[in-house]
Nanobody, 126 residues
Framework: QVHLLESGGGSVQSGGSLRLSCAASGYTDSLYFMGWFRQAPGKEREEVAA???????TYAESVKGRFTISRDNAKHTLDLQMNSLKPEDTALYYCAAALGEYYSGGYPAESEYNYWGQGTQVTVSS
């Protein structure tokens, strides 16, 4: 079993920055992929960024150039540095982890993630 705990959410004005962190505990040795997702009110959950154990990352088009995902395999942590925040970034942000090493799309789809955190709220005001 793996537990994921997010932190770092909060309220910020447009153009500001926040850094989210996710701490993994439990059976963490096989977490090849980790990712950040978000869900805004009235919208479906969407992937923000994902990263494999080698540090190769992918980003949603809407956050490219503004967000940076990183992980520390030794500390079992996952971070998301968010810069130039916009009101449309307002959402509940979730950390997720996947056990598998290989996926048909190169990265796991949302349904293929095995573990999820409870989420941390990010609110960006204009």
């Amino acid at each position: 079993q793996v537990h994921l705990l997010e932190s770092g959410g909060g309220s910020v004005q447009s153009g500001g920055s926040l850094r989210l962190s996710c701490a993994a505990s439990g059976y963490t040795d096989s977490l090849y992929f980790m990712g950040w997702f978000r869900q805004a009110p009235g919208k479906e959950r969407e992937e923000v960024a994902a990263i494999n154990s080698d540090g190769r990352a992918t980003y949603a088009e809407s956050v490219k150039g503004r967000f940076t995902i990183s992980r520390d395999n030794a500390k079992h942590t996952l971070d998301l540095q968010m810069n130039s925040l916009k009101p449309e970034d307002t959402a509940l942000y979730y950390c997720a982890a996947a056990l598998g090493e290989y996926y048909s799309g190169g990265y796991p789809a949302e349904s293929e993630y095995n573990y999820w955190g409870q989420g941390t709220q990010v609110t960006v005001s204009s």
